[in-house]
């Protein structure tokens, strides 16, 4: 924590699977990832504003100008995050594909009979889920639900700004 208002995000070269983190790190894993992600911030940044300040290693706080530091950080405004993971789905798979081969529908959406797995839907569609705390599973459900947890004028937006975004990136 840099401040009240601040935060430095720090990628590492460490590797996790199922919460357990592997003896060998990655070297400059974290620089790469680091960079990916301010690559994609940027470019859907016309969308949707996003919480970096900067990664401008010249432009961290005395403290954060270390070498341990430099290419593998953010310094970034703190936010509140929301209850809710923002999912599109442009193609019928993973859990969406099990939830369509039960009931014909995704997060209460309809969707035509007789798709295969993995097809490309007509139209991406906007497929909420729950955020579940560590150790628990996130859990799909619809927008009526969504509009609940947010309220119906930020759901509407998020909906939108995550369709947008997957268009552009797709």
Not at 130 to 145: M, V, Y
């Amino acid at each position: 924590e840099v401040d009240d208002d601040k935060l430095m995000m720090v990628v590492s070269d460490r590797i996790s699977a199922i919460d357990f983190i592997m003896p060998n790190p990655v070297a400059d894993k974290g620089k790469v990832l680091n960079k990916i992600s301010a690559f994609w911030f940027d470019f859907v940044s016309d969308i949707i504003p996003n919480h970096i300040i900067t990664t401008d290693y010249e432009e961290f706080p005395e403290e954060f100008k270390k070498e341990e530091f430099k290419d593998r950080s953010m310094l970034v405004k703190k936010l509140k995050m929301l209850p809710v993971e923002c999912i599109v789905r442009g193609y019928i798979t993973g859990s969406g594909w099990a939830e369509y081969k039960k009931s014909g529908t995704v997060c209460g959406i309809k969707l035509p009979e007789g798709l295969k797995e993995c097809q490309k839907l007509d139209e991406p569609i906007f497929t909420p889920s729950t955020k579940a705390e560590l150790g628990d599973h996130d859990e799909n459900i619809s927008f009526e639900r969504t509009c609940e947890i947010l309220g119906k004028d930020l759901a509407e937006k998020v909906k939108k700004a995550t369709i947008d975004i997957y268009k552009k990136c797709a």
